[in-house]
């Protein structure tokens, strides 16, 4: 298995950074079009919530992405250094349907385009949300199931 | 985010390019309330150059709808790329937002109904 193993201040221009990243390893990947635009929007928003909810904006904290795939899984692990429970995330009711709100969609984004999603609780603290795809078929399967 | 703005005819275009996130939402929200306040409310968001857009993107785009409707205003969205416009029918926004196939269908829909229709 093959691994890559970044870590991020969780600063707003760090993002260009990360992108940067996930793009490189969407690259290795070889995914384009909408694949590559699903991968992306899954990793973007496991990221952000972990800079906004999780490390709730705190400069000194760090944002951990570790990339781990072979050659026919890829699971990006993604790690904040927060106070956050593993069961304030409801992955089970998550929706990328929101209605008119302006926020609520991530979670449901990454259950309607990733194979699986886990949230669990570091021992160093904080929480770590890994997202796992099979490869070969189309990026994402959707029908995933998830768990915390 | 780069944002061009161009006026025409009563009419303002922002041609958007690059990633609509969180780290950048909030300069589009800025630039667009800006033109609100001088009474520029009819409005086009041409989003052919967004290559990226995610959540929080999407959350600012509601959150300035409503308040350019708040002013009786109206705006549209053209020129989506096919994945751009899936996250739209997947959060069904597509029924909350005035989306055309392009600038130019958008134009003519001001011309011929300048309210908002939803």
Known sequence: MNQVKLSFKAVSGDFDEFYQSVYEMADRLKLSGTERFRFVL??????????????????????????????????????????????????????????????????????????????????????????????????????????? | MEIRVNDNDGLTVFSLKGRLDFTNSSNLKEEIMKSVKEGKKQMILNLSQVDFINSSGLGTLVSILKEVRLARGRMVLTDLASYVQEIFEITQLSHIFEIFPSQSEAVEAFATSPVNVN
């Open chain 1, 42 to 148: 899954c990793i973007s928003e496991a990221f952000t919530n972990a800079f906004v909810h999780g490390n709730k904006q705190d400069p000194s904290k760090v944002i951990n992405v570790n990339f781990r795939w072979d050659e026919s899984t890829v699971q990006v692990d993604i790690e904040d250094e927060g106070a956050g429970k593993a069961d304030q995330i409801d992955l089970e009711h998550a929706t990328a349907v929101a209605a008119d709100q302006t926020g609520g969609r991530g979670i449901g984004f990454l259950k309607e385009y990733a194979d699986r999603i886990k949230v669990e609780p570091r021992d160093e603290g904080g929480l770590r949300m890994s997202i796992y795809w099979k490869l070969g078929d189309n990026i994402p399967i959707s029908g995933n199931q998830a768990s915390a």
